[in-house]
Nanobody, 121 residues
Framework: QVQLVESGGGLAQYGGSLRLSCAAS????????LGWYRQPPGKQRELVAS???????NYADDVKGRLTISRDNAKKTTYLQMNSLKPEDTAVYYC???????????????WGQGTQVTVSS
């Protein structure tokens, strides 16, 4: 059974840094697009950053230059380095992974359980 397990959330001060990790476990044939989403209190989930299998990245406008997504395919892990944090970055952060569990299957999106990030002013 495929699972995504997140770690690294917590409390940070304004201008501080945190690094989130998301590791996939289980039988995986191929890893496609990896992403990080967040859901601020009382708001809908939104895309923060994504990284395609070839390494190309995509960021939401309000995190460009502050947050960096990366991937380590050998470790089946994606990271989100968060610098220059602001109170408006406070949210539950979710990782996503488009995974193929066998050669003949389609890619299916899996989600992590979510990790809380709180930034104090």
């Amino acid at each position: 059974q495929v699972q995504l397990v997140e770690s690294g959330g917590g409390l940070a001060q304004y201008g501080g840094s945190l690094r989130l990790s998301c590791a996939a476990s289980g039988v995986i044939y191929d890893i496609g697009t990896l992403g990080w989403y967040r859901q601020p209190p009382g708001k809908q989930r939104e895309l923060v950053a994504s990284i395609f299998s070839g390494g190309r990245t995509n960021y939401a406008d309000d995190v460009k230059g502050r947050l960096t997504i990366s991937r380590d395919n050998a470790k089946k892990t994606t990271y989100l380095q968060m610098n220059s944090l602001k109170p408006e970055d406070t949210a539950v952060y979710y990782c996503s992974a488009d995974l193929k569990i066998r050669f003949s299957s389609a890619y299916v999106r899996y989600w992590g359980q979510g990790t809380q990030v709180t930034v104090s002013s």
